[in-house]
């Protein structure tokens, strides 16, 4: 029985090759890079003999949909390399391509014919397009890429579908899109008012406004609070490092790709910070630490700075500086699973103020066959105790969660908090990992209780993940309605005409002396342009006062979301707003 994936998988290849027939029809010179399937369809790079711009995809699909119509048959036939490289020999890119086949040990090169189109390709493919529903697909962008995703490379310019077997889940597709489009929290943030990147201070290097400032600012207070609560104690460190910390780090080693180039200060090399977990060590090896001192929870609202290429940056979810909300737990191995267990417990605690739900964990262990990540590791044993460990307080905690081979840090297994994006796609908000790597490379120990040098156990774990990733998954989650807690804005009073001002100052006022939010509107606006306008910015609560509010003593209260509440006391209205905020509501 034919799988769905497969079957998937095929009809999405074949569109790539019909979209490439339809192109090279347009512009017989274009020649062709990669065209692989993706998540939810296809793309296909090409380099085309004049721009192509999205105006052209409708004639592009009208075209693919007449070639589906001629049922044409896909036929696999393999040739010797003379063959491929004369096929191709005004062709650069699948010129590259079979010399990797090549290097590779292949005895023949595999060509996919679709008509009049000849192309080199493993498939797999469709018999023919009569498998292929013409209402199921649709071409949806156009961008740039470097060839082979080297930035050295030319520019390619790729086009993106989406294909599925019916309509209904085309349209299904599509509709969840248009929605997430409606989250993105870079449109949210540029019509919000929230953050800004702007090309003149660089790529990946977020500017945070008033207004997004004072919710992250919120976001670091409350886990601040969280963490003292706790045990835990702040530290600060620098962003600038001398090399030789990444070098006991192991960092240089494994991470060097991810770290910006060296700056040279007088003859010596010093990086920007991309991870705080070797500067808490170095504050561990202060001074002399015995078991009384532990657990030692150590936590920075640390700014990291990491290399991302241009290509995967994402507003505030993938960024190249970023402030993340980390600590390092210091502890005896005898004690790794009971602080295991209080660090699930205070994400499960911060994800429920936050009304976060539908997440799950996954438990990072190493696949050893991958030497370049692992290969230096001397002491499986310690790793498979760590994994065994981590796996026992996850159970013992009760929570649903997943193993991922190969998916462990180059120091320990960790258990990521996992959950969907407003796409769908599975994203890490979080992480907590184990190691019993660092104290041998940092020389860390402790005293013991029988006055023996030991060893400890350390767990790197950020609740938040780093504050600007969370400040964007919220603002997708909530798309940009934040709870009264959390707004900048807590309540705008709405004033129908002049002669309603000082009554509005009043209510104001007494909102203000409860430690609320609010402004009062008084441009000389209509109340319809203010209320779209408080809606627009996702206002928690207006409250809109003319004359029948002024001779009742109410306010007309309008809920962002609900809509009107009706007429409310002013003393009704900030107990009501008051246990909201005071509950997280």
């Known amino acids: 029985m034919e799988n769905k994936n497969d079957k998937l998988e095929a009809i999405r290849h074949s569109l790539s090759h019909l979209m490439s027939m339809a192109v090279q029809e347009l512009y017989p010179q274009t020649g062709l890079g990669v065209g692989p399937t993706i998540e939810n369809g296809f793309y296909q790079d090409y380099d085309p003999p004049e721009a192509i711009t999205p105006e052209i995809l409708p004639r592009l699909e009208k075209r693919m949909k007449e070639l589906i119509k001629k049922n044409i048959k896909f036929e696999q036939r393999h040739v010797d390399f003379a063959e491929a490289y004369d096929f191709y020999k005004q062709d650069p890119y699948k010129t590259e391509l079979i010399d990797d086949l090549k290097t590779a040990g292949e005895k023949k090169v595999s060509f996919y014919k679709s008509d009049r189109f000849d192309n080199l390709c493993a498939g797999p493919h469709v018999d023919s397009t009569k498998e292929i529903n013409s209402k199921a697909f649709k071409l949806t962008k156009i961008a740039g890429a470097y060839w082979r995703g080297d930035e050295k490379n030319k520019m390619l310019t790729r086009i993106y579908g989406v294909a599925f077997e019916t309509k209904q889940e085309l349209d299904d597709y599509l509709k969840m899109l248009e929605e997430a489009e409606k989250r993105d929290h870079r ?232 959950i969907k994006n407003v796409l769908g796609k599975e994203d890490s908000i979080a992480t907590a990992q184990v190691d019993f790597y660092s104290a041998n490379k940092f020389g860390l120990e402790f005293t013991n209780s029988k006055g023996e040098k030991e060893k400890p156990v350390i767990i790197h774990r950020a609740i938040m993940g780093s504050f600007d990733r969370f400040f964007a998954f919220l603002v997708e989650q909530t798309a940009g309605a934040f709870p009264a807690w959390l707004a900048p804005e807590q309540v705008w009073v709405l004033p129908i005409a002049s002669r309603h001002e000082e009554y509005a100052n009043k209510v104001a006022q007494e909102l203000k002396s409860q430690n609320i939010r609010v402004i009062v509107k008084n441009e000389s606006e209509t109340v319809g342009k203010k209320i779209r306008e408080g809606e627009r910015q996702k206002i928690p609560y207006l409250l809109i006062i003319g004359d029948k509010e002024i001779e009742a003593a109410t306010v007309a209260v309008r809920q962002h979301g609900q809509g009107d509440l009706g007429p409310m006391k002013t003393e009704k209205f900030i107990e009501k707003i008051a246990q909201e905020i005071k509950e997280k509501a």
């Open 187 to 418: 449109k949210l943030g540029r019509e919000m008012e929230l953050f800004m990147i702007s090309e003149d201070v660089g790529k990946g290097l977020p500017l945070w406004l008033p207004k997004g400032a004072f919710i992250r600012k919120k976001l670091e207070d409350y886990m601040y609070a969280k963490e003292l609560e706790r045990g835990y104690k702040y530290v600060y460190t620098p962003v600038l490092t001398h090399k030789k910390l990444y070098e006991t780090s192991g960092h240089l080693a494994h991470y060097h790709d991810d770290m910006y180039s060296p700056i040279d200060i007088e003859g010596e090399k010093y990086y920007l910070k991309p991870m705080n977990c070797p500067h808490h060590h170095m504050i561990y090896n202060n001074k002399p630490l015995s078991y009384k001192d532990l657990p030692l929870r150590m936590a920075e609202f640390g700014l990291c700075h990491r290399f991302e290429r241009s290509g995967v940056l994402t507003g505030l979810i993938r960024a190249r500086c970023f402030t993340q909300n980390d600590s390092h737990i210091y502890c005896a191995k005898e004690d790794l699973k009971k602080e295991l267990l209080e660090v699930l417990d205070l994400f499960r605690e911060v994800y429920e103020d936050f009304n976060i739900k539908n997440y799950w964990y996954r438990l990072s262990l190493p696949d050893f066959n991958n030497k370049e990540k692992y290969g230096d590791i001397e002491n499986k044993e310690m790793w498979t105790e760590a994994g065994q460990v981590t796996e026992e307080a996850l159970k013992e905690f009760g929570v649903k969660y997943v193993v991922g081979e190969g998916e462990a840090s180059f120091y320990g297994p960790k258990i990521d908090v996992q």
